[in-house]
């Protein structure tokens, strides 16, 4: 039986201390289970999934808290810089100073010698939970908070990994059970095989979804230049909706840029950058037409919003890299929005079961939360399974 856990309190008493609020306390949760089967990409491999729960204890009465996807082997180095660095340094203060906070964790990601990753996925824990308190407080979802009027946003599916058996028929199976969820469609793992090989793979879910069903790739930066814009061409019949990471990392922005001049694929970046200026090269350089930064990963959703106003004056699009339980929210409340990326229930089982008032998709959108903050909450039986045990 699902047992959510309640952290709001009555509207009237949280907008009336809303901006007297402060910090009292910042508590980190590690989370860790292992997935059904092992997820493969091109250049990535995953057994488990793991996160980290942030809760921002206010004297208002409201707690404001997320969970933000975390690796494995940084987990515990991530939540010490949480409670060494910058927990002291917020007690006391503003909640509702959310750009303040931002500065005071940001310093320390300034350390030469640390893997900077470390201290970026930090401050994106405190950050999103910050977020999520100043939403309770003003008794609104943080999409309208930011100015949006949706209700819901449409939605794909991060799927297609690569399997040892039976690839192509279970391919076509996992599309099916896509639109049976009521989602628009895939972003499909390519880049791990031959350009015609994953081409093949790519007609499979064409014929299998639909015309209109979206189908999009991410490469991982997996290929060449000359490899990428050969498999747009031997996948030029099949109305690709954007090309993601299409090139090896160490010359992606030149390589994207020719890719995308070449064959006129929208191209899609960012989850690699580490902050706003990363993207901004992007753009400058023609590189991409969406920029899919992930606010887990750089710094929270203050830099991702950020992103979202610098690319708006670039005409690039934006979305939020997985991590929908703040990625609806966040494409929702940017005007250049595109879509909530989401993953079927074995690869995420914490969107799946960790929230207690999940929202479905329907006709290829999914329905916002209409609470307060993120607009969810967890399940507390849940979260004790899958409190880190090791």
Request: contains cysteine; proline residues 4%; charged residues 25%.
């Amino acid at each position: 039986m699902n047992r959510p856990i309640d952290t709001q309190v009555s509207a009237p008493s949280a907008v009336a201390g809303a901006l007297d609020a402060r910090i009292l306390r910042i508590e980190t949760i590690p989370l860790k289970v292992k997935l059904d089967r092992t997820a493969v990409g091109s250049n990535l491999k995953f057994t488990h999934r793991c996160a980290i729960v942030t809760r921002i204890t206010t004297d208002a009465g409201v707690v404001g808290e997320c969970f933000n996807g975390s690796d494995d082997e940084l987990q515990g180095a991530i939540m010490r810089v949480i409670a060494e660095e910058m927990t002291p340094k917020l007690i006391g203060r503003g909640v509702m100073a959310i750009d303040e906070a931002w500065d005071i964790t940001r310093v320390a990601t300034e350390p030469f010698l640390r893997d900077r990753r470390i201290a970026l996925r930090a401050q994106a824990c405190v950050d999103s939970a910050l977020h999520d308190a100043v939403g309770k407080l003003a008794g609104l979802p943080l999409h309208v908070l930011w100015g949006s009027a949706l209700t819901e946003v449409p939605v794909v599916v991060l799927g297609g990994y690569y399997r040892d058996w039976d690839e192509l028929k279970e391919l076509a199976e996992e599309v099916t059970e896509i639109k049976a969820a009521g989602a628009a469609g895939i972003k499909l793992k390519v880049g791990g095989r031959t350009p015609q090989a994953d081409a093949a793979r790519a007609r499979v879910v064409r014929r299998a979804g639909g015309d209109d069903f979206v189908l999009a790739v991410d490469a991982n930066q997996g290929w060449t230049r000359a490899e990428a814009i050969e498999f747009v061409g031997r996948a030029a019949d099949l109305n690709l909706r954007w090309f993601e990471e299409p090139c090896k990392w160490d010359n992606d922005r030149a390589d994207m840029a020719a890719v995308r001049a070449a064959t006129r694929v929208p191209i899609s970046a960012g989850q690699s950058e580490l902050s706003r200026f990363g993207c901004r090269d992007l753009m400058a350089a023609g590189s991409i037409d969406i920029c899919n930064f992930d606010a887990s990963w750089g710094g929270g959703p203050t830099e991702w919003r950020r992103v979202a106003a610098l690319a708006q004056s670039f005409n690039v699009g934006v979305a939020q890299h997985i991590e929908p339980q703040i990625g609806a929210m966040l494409v929702a409340g940017a005007r250049n929005g595109t879509f909530a990326e989401v993953l079927l229930p074995w690869r995420d089982p914490f969107f799946d079961k960790l929230i207690a008032d999940q929202k479905s998709f329907h006709g290829g959108k999914f329905l916002l939360p209409d609470q307060p903050g993120w607009g969810w909450s967890f399940d507390a039986d849940y979260l004790d399974y899958a409190r880190r045990k090791d």
